[in-house]
């Protein structure tokens, strides 16, 4: 008798973020049609998280695979050192047309972590290639950046980073801003020495529990870091392409990054690659006939031209006003929830940017990843054919942008059940 998927994935599979001795049965997927996925059985799956918020189109969306399908058959890849080819140029050309004025140049890797440790690199060596030992860096408290060494030792400790604490360099990390503490914090980033960088998530803090906070103050404390010399690195992995209900998070801002990481979105959720783009100021600290100022960093797979071709098929789509009427519906029918659900008794706190809505879970406890209420949250979910993964406590929903009102009401109406149920 031929094995399940399950059991021949047990078999050989080290999943991520999975204690594999005590983790839930995985569900094989085996085909994706818009907002859904479906199971070896055929039961079908509202993907409400967008597959780790990778997903924005829907799965398995016709015109990208039409593209990519072109591509396959004029150039599958190319190493990019010392070459170059079509898309990675369109797409170079595209993104700088939708990000500020500033934004010059594109350094491509393969996903957000990578994309992270790039701009970490290029901020710390556009110190030193003028002579300057700037190496501290700043982040926010709760952050998340990635899993790759740079991007974990800039995101905030914890549980994930504990093995590896005396092997990651020094973060100061601050609050984020408000008008409470925007003065306590210009203090302290003044009363710090050498400081290279600050890096932050702007407007949603995504693996920290879907925190939110207001642009107001993060512009005023992004004014304050220019002032005062310190480059700054927008973390648009997960808010870029629309998921705060602009084009990118940034787009609510009037002060700018220096340096913008993108990914998941960047491809409509269809393969793995990832942008790093930089003013012309640190660029230029690069340009030398001194080749030790060389950028030394690079992938296997860097500006791989099928990823690129996904890329530019997806942003097509982005850009399209149903696409923008889509982001639209989608968050005012979050935000009718918000106002009919927030004085639940249960819920802790509600928060909402854009396409993307939180649910705090009261459980009496601080909010924590490791909640024995996110395994029976998840299940229940899963049951009810919805896929959320809690973050502890806190459920989130950060759909496709072809997802139904119908969907997007079925979901609302499980989250009550469950608000009655646990």
């Known amino acids: ?30 085909r994706g049609e818009g907002a859904y996925l479906f199971d070896e059985d055929g039961k079908r799956y509202i993907d409400a998280v967008s597959s780790w918020w990778v997903t924005l189109h829907g799965h398995s969306h016709p015109y990208i695979a039409q593209k990519i399908a072109e591509q396959l058959t004029t150039l599958e890849h190319v190493i ?22 500033d934004q010059s140049k594109v350094f491509y890797s393969d996903n957000g972590s990578t994309a992270v440790e790039v701009a970490l690199k290029m901020c710390l060596q556009y110190w030193s290639n003028q002579g300057q030992t700037k190496t501290k860096i700043i982040a926010f408290k709760n952050s998340y950046h990635g899993d790759t060494f740079g991007a974990m030792a800039v995101s905030a400790r914890s549980a994930f980073t504990e093995p590896f604490e005396k092997l990651l360099f020094e973060v100061e990390y601050i609050d984020t801003p408000n008008a409470e503490n925007i003065s306590s914090l ?47 690195i927008a973390d648009e992995v997960m808010t870029g392409f629309g998921r705060t209900g602009k084009l990118f998070a940034s787009d609510y801002l009037v002060n700018k990054a220096d340096i913008f990481c993108l990914s998941k ?24 006939d001194d080749r030790l100022k060389t950028l030394f960093h ?28 889509n982001m639209n519906r989608i968050k005012q029918s979050h935000n009718h929830f918000l106002e009919r659900i927030k004085s639940h008794p249960k819920l802790k706190a509600v928060r909402q940017t854009g396409t993307i809505i939180a649910f705090e879970w009261n459980t009496g406890e601080t909010t924590s990843y490791f ?14 054919g919805i896929i959320l993964r809690p973050l502890g406590n806190i459920i989130y929903i950060l759909p496709p942008f072809c997802i139904s009102n119908d969907d997007l009401n079925y979901i ?10 646990f």
């Not at 990019?80 to 004025?101: D, M, N, R, S, Y």
């Open 298 to 325: 690079g992938h296997s797979f860097t500006a791989n031209p099928i990823a690129c071709t996904a890329a530019l098929a997806s942003l097509e789509l982005t850009l399209k006003a149903e696409t923008s009427d």
């Open 186 to 232: 210009k203090s302290q980033i003044l009363g710090l020495q050498d400081v290279a960088a600050f890096i932050f998530e702007p407007l949603v803090q995504g693996s920290g529990g879907m925190l939110m906070y207001e642009a107001e103050y993060l512009d005023e404390l992004l004014l304050f870091c220019k002032e005062n010399g310190i480059l700054t």
């Open 1 to 30: 008798m031929d094995k399940s998927l399950i059991e021949r994935d047990r078999a050989v599979i080290w999943h991520p973020y999975t204690q594999m001795k005590t983790a839930l049965p995985v569900v094989p997927i085996i």
């Open 80 to 101: 990019f050192a010392g070459f170059t080819h079509p898309v990675a140029i369109e797409l170079a050309e595209k993104l700088l047309q939708i990000l500020p004025a």
């Open 371 to 384: 909640s024995d209420l996110r395994d029976k949250l998840y299940t229940f979910f899963l049951d009810n």
């Open 265 to 288: 979105g960047l491809t409509g959720g269809t393969m793995a690659l990832g942008v790093t783009t930089a003013t012309g100021q640190i660029f230029d600290a690069f340009l030398s």
């Open 412 to 421: 609302y109406s499980k989250i009550e059940e469950a608000l009655d149920k």
